[in-house]
């Protein structure tokens, strides 16, 4: 039994806006044991009938779940986000490549999850999923944010995986809050530099901000909730209005929100852009504030890269 | 039959012998392709679609036609023999197997193939899926039955026994296994590659009721399939003992045709002995 979480953890949002799908009778939840930390023991508790555990097996979760959408239901299949990876493979040529609607939530992700150790810090979930055709990929930054984007999967045409965290941070929206799969959200508004967060980092990111603010450096803030399809409309935007970027996950630099920026910044602009996440390796046990501050994924790592950045204009 | 309906055995032998030939001059056209372990399942095959499968090939989408998951997905010539002599698929279409934007994928894909419910090619996965499919179905109280083809090398793979475990907890009575017991994978014989034993007992110690029989004896498969498709009292799994590369000579029990296709002397002589 995990500890308990309430407040700002984004499991406790994703366990409730299964709660708010539920009223439609094609969505069926699949457990691989963990569903007391995942939080889709709620819907377990409510829905038994369409709660299907599948023991400590996450490879035949993920096809069971693909069967169950060929025949016409919505599977929301959850585990830690790094025993999602066990299963790669089956998501890929299982899942995706027929393009089916299964939704994936990976909870725990990065190293925030703290005192398990390295091996449960999933640091490249986000990169290895962002890599498949027809894959949505989310990565909310508090429960509330979560339960909202949860509740969109059913706008979904094909696959989803969605990472959440475990442990509670400041929330970042109100309940009721507009937001919306594919679509950045701007939190903070300043003309200096745009700092693109996700997960964690984005209570960071505001606090970094509000610290910059100090030096006369004007930050715009986003949750960029959905890395993949990635908001490049936004994206352009502030490439335009700020002229320089810094991107803020608990993630590897390799191929997450910083590799999704990258990839586009250096295509198609001459924007520089700093990058906040793990350099490349694995994590340790520890409380998720110790590990946190260890890797520079705090404000003053974020705070850095955004005086390289604009150093960099 | 359960249902009483006369099979023609002789009638659904002559269907298996015209899918060889549809085997052997699509794996020949594309100059690649699995004849062997097509061959192996063929007469499994005709024996499911030809007695008992509830499948409408004017509308292959119907929403409660019984599923068929061809999990040995590179065994794709075989099934799209089947859907060829069934009309759903023409000559054209498997003889463009294996060339660009043909519907007969190199593995069967659901997303391209009209017929094909479950997208293979990698081993392991069909169990799962065909697991998924039949629970669905009981949530839909709809008494579709899901039909899983497996070959034996495939359950190697340690996902085929995640699924078989899950199936009897879940007590998937509309579930069905036929494993093409060919005993040889793509390297070499199993034996010498990594035997797998008495894939039966395997099947009987996850709680699954299990027969035997000779994949290559029509009238014991149509007898065999009737059986399984009778039982409601957990998931079935029927062992087809079968050789390799059935019905040519020359691919019989060789391992170098699981992967390989016949020249144009090799199609003339396999040819001749199916005439």
């Given amino acids: ?313 | 039959m359960g249902d009483g309906t006369e099979v023609d055995v002789s009638e659904l032998e002559q269907m298996a012998r015209r899918c060889r030939v549809d085997i052997v001059k699509m794996t020949h056209a594309a100059k690649s392709g699995h004849p062997g372990g097509s061959l192996s399942a063929i007469d499994c095959m005709v024996a499911i679609y030809g007695t008992c499968l509830r499948f409408d090939t004017s509308n292959p989408d119907w929403e409660d036609r019984d599923r068929f998951i061809m999990s040995k997905g590179h065994a794709s010539p075989a099934m799209y023999s089947i859907l060829h002599q069934m009309g759903v698929l023409d000559e054209d279409d498997i003889m463009g197997f294996r060339t660009l934007g043909s519907v007969c994928q190199g593995h069967v894909d659901m997303n391209w193939t009209k017929g094909v419910d479950f997208s293979a090619g990698s081993l392991g996965m069909g169990l799962s899926f065909g697991l998924g499919c039949a629970l669905a179905a009981k949530m839909d109280s709809s008494d579709r039955r899901i039909w899983v083809m497996l070959g034996d090398g495939e359950t190697q793979e340690g996902q085929i026994w995640e699924a078989a475990m899950a199936a009897n907890y879940h007590n998937a009575t509309n579930l069905r296994v036929i494993v093409d017991r060919n005993r040889i994978q793509n390297d070499d014989f199993m034996d010498v590659q990594m035997e797998i034993g008495d894939i039966g007992e395997k099947f009987r110690s996850f709680g699954w009721t299990v027969k035997e029989v000779d994949g290559h004896d029509m009238s014991s498969l149509v007898d065999v399939v009737d059986w399984a498709n009778s039982e409601d009292g957990g998931p079935v799994a029927i062992v087809a003992n079968t050789v390799k590369g059935n019905g040519v000579s020359f691919m019989e029990n060789n391992p170098s045709f699981h992967g390989m296709a016949p020249d144009d002397e090799e199609l003339r002589i396999a040819l001749e002995e199916l005439s």
């Fill in chain 1, 1 to 313: 039994m995990s500890a308990p979480s309430s407040g700002g953890a984004s499991r406790d949002g994703y366990g409730r806006g299964l709660l708010r799908i539920a009223h439609d009778p094609r969505v069926v939840v699949l457990e691989a044991d963990l569903g007391k930390s995942t939080k889709s023991c709620h819907f377990r508790d409510e829905y038994p009938d369409r709660t299907v555990s599948l023991g400590i097996a996450e490879q035949n979760m993920m096809l069971f779940a693909a069967g169950m959408a060929s025949s016409g239901k919505i599977p929301i299949a959850s585990t830690f986000a790094i025993f999602t990876e066990r299963a790669f493979e089956q998501v890929r040529n299982g899942i995706a490549r027929p393009g089916l609607p299964v939704h994936i939530c990976g909870s725990h992700g990065g190293i925030h999850t703290g005192t398990d150790g390295s091996s449960a810090q999933s640091i490249e979930d986000l990169a290895i999923y962002r890599t498949i055709p027809k894959m949505t990929v989310i990565h909310p930054c508090d429960d509330i944010s979560a339960e909202e984007l949860t509740a969109q999967l059913l706008d979904l045409n094909g696959p989803s995986y969605m990472r959440t965290a475990r442990n509670k941070v400041p929330r970042m929206y109100e309940d009721g809050s507009k937001l919306k799969i594919g679509s950045g959200s701007v939190l903070r508004e300043g003309g200096d530099l745009a700092i693109i967060s996700c997960g964690v980092m984005v209570g960071v990111a505001i606090s970094a901000a509000e610290t910059l603010s100090r030096e006369s450096i004007n930050c715009t803030v986003v949750d960029m909730h959905t890395i993949k399809p990635l908001d490049i409309e936004l994206i352009a935007k502030l490439s335009d209005s700020c002229g320089a970027f810094v991107s803020a996950e608990d993630h590897s630099v390799i191929g997450g929100l910083g590799g999704a920026l990258s990839e586009w910044l250096s295509t198609n602009t001459s924007t520089p852009l700093e990058m906040v996440g793990v350099r490349d390796n694995f994590g340790q046990s520890g409380a998720s504030s110790e590990l946190m501050e260890l890797m520079g994924l705090n404000e003053a790592g974020i705070c850095e890269a955004a005086r390289r950045a604009i150093s960099r204009k």
